[in-house]
């Protein structure tokens, strides 16, 4: 009751501010609460860098003292560059020209024939002979290589042959031959039908 009378007497004390609509008079910006997380996160960064003592901005060495020569020198280029030309010329019609100058250029060129050369005649014969030499020695070494694989080839095929193979070809040449033979015709048979490498290795 006590507040109800309360709230009587400065309604009839102030009847203006009695008939103002009850609304709340403070608002909150548009898109307060989406950037709120933002903001503080920024903020707390500032304070931080606050408490370092590191404002974030640096200034050169020697700024400050240099400061004035550096703006004199760059007046006194923007008033010479404005006074005078840029310092560069191309020539009159240097471009329209530019085409056909390196096209003369390029077309007097001068051919020389190699054959004509004493030096290159003589390296192009240099280069036969050691090459018909390189394909004579190496038909050479080929050929005494097959020879030398022929013969090894025999000489296997006479070491594989079994031991009674020709115990029964020599019964059987004896039994075939019943005719008396000299030493001296043996000795030149076998001189004329083997080699000595082959005697060598039959002994």
């Given at each position: 009751m006590n507040k109800m009378a309360d709230n009587?007497?400065?309604e009839n004390e102030a009847p203006e501010l009695a008939k103002l609509e009850k609304k709340n008079p403070f608002t909150v910006p548009a898109h307060y609460f989406d950037e709120l997380s933002e903001r503080t996160q920024s903020l707390i960064f500032i304070e931080s860098l606050k408490r370092e003592g590191n404002s974030g901005f640096e200034v050169p060495a020697n700024y400050f003292e240099t400061l004035e020569e550096q703006i004199n020198s760059r007046l006194t280029i923007e008033q010479l560059t404005a006074n005078s030309e840029s310092g560069f010329k191309v020539p009159d019609g240097y471009f329209n020209q530019l085409q056909s100058n390196?096209?003369?250029?390029t077309k007097s060129t001068k051919t020389v024939k190699l054959w004509?050369?004493?030096l290159f005649k003589y390296a192009v014969s240099a280069c036969l002979v050691l090459a018909s030499t390189t394909g004579w020695f190496a038909n050479k070494q080929y050929q005494e290589t097959k020879l030398r694989n022929t013969e090894l080839a025999k000489e296997?095929?006479?070491y594989d042959i079994d031991e009674s193979v020709i115990l029964e070809y020599?019964?059987?040449t004896q039994n075939t031959k019943?005719?008396?033979v000299s030493d001296s015709e043996m000795e030149n048979y076998i001189l004329d039908n083997f080699?000595?490498?082959e005697l060598s290795n039959s002994l």
């Open positions: 009587m007497e400065w390196i096209v003369a250029k004509h050369k004493p296997q095929l006479l020599v019964q059987e019943t005719a008396n080699s000595a490498h």
